[in-house]
């Protein structure tokens, strides 16, 4: 079965630095990769996604993710956190076979910001 | 605007009592998905629907129960079997429900129904 892990449950930045929420997952071939943001009491917003055109993928608000095969990694960053970003991503893998084209979750990361 | 409607944003309930939470896309999506969701857990998949008056169970299906007469409704009722009910519920859609379809299997999804149950 098709998994995801996300390193860390808690993720805790200052305004301005660095982001990073890393994602592995386990998968035989090349999959769909998605990062999903949400705020409180709210669905899940498309951060990026990963479809093989190209292997570090820009998304909304500043973020991008890196795919590497190596690694069966797909880490979010951001070189800057605002405020605004306090909120919890979701990694999340579609394996494309055998799937019925479903996603799979990780259990979430959630980034604090501080001031 | 195209999306996802959830309704009630918020349901409190009787221990006993079955409730139904509606979902509503215009997308034209082929497909819709429940989960459940709580704290540390991430998404569980409750029940999927891959076209009209059909659908599978997911993860977590007990206690629960679904219907998809129309493309653009999938309504999820919480029977009073599910033993711990009081979570967020998120439904969700995509384009195709079938692997082999040309989309990626990108996920829309509704602003959410927390249900909690008293």
């Known amino acids: 079965a098709q998994s995801v892990t996300q390193l860390g449950s808690h993720v805790s930045v200052s305004e301005g630095a660095l982001v990073l929420l890393r994602c592995n997952y386990s998968?035989?071939?090349?999959?769909?990769l998605f990062w999903y943001v949400q705020y409180p009491n709210q669905g899940l917003q498309l951060l990026l996604k990963y479809t093989s055109a190209a292997t570090l993928v820009k998304g909304i608000n500043g973020f991008e993710a890196e795919f590497k095969k190596s690694e069966t990694s797909f880490h979010l960053t951001k070189p800057s956190a605002h405020m605004s970003d306090a909120a919890e991503y979701f990694c999340?893998?579609?394996?494309?076979?055998?799937?019925?084209?479903?996603?799979?979750f990780g259990t979430g990361t959630q980034l604090k910001v501080e001031l | 605007d195209g999306g996802i409607t959830q309704s009630p944003k918020y349901l409190f309930r009787k221990e006993g009592q079955n409730v139904t939470l509606s979902c509503e896309q215009n997308?034209?999506?082929?497909?819709m998905y429940w989960y459940r969701q709580d704290p540390g857990q991430g998404l569980r998949l409750i029940y999927y629907?891959?076209?009209?008056?059909?659908?599978q169970k997911g993860d977590i299906a007990e206690g629960y129960s679904v219907s998809r007469e129309k493309k653009e409704s999938f309504p999820l009722t919480v029977t009073s079997a599910q033993k711990n009910p009081t979570a967020f519920y998120l439904c969700a859609s995509s384009i195709y429900g079938l692997a082999g379809g040309s989309d990626t299997g990108e996920l829309f999804f509704g602003e959410g129904s927390r249900l909690t149950v008293l």
């Open positions: 998968s035989s071939v090349p999959p769909y």
């Open positions: 997308l034209n999506h082929d497909a």
């Open positions: 999340a893998v579609n394996p494309i076979t055998g799937g019925g084209n479903k996603l799979t």
């Open positions: 629907s891959q076209i009209v008056n059909d659908f």
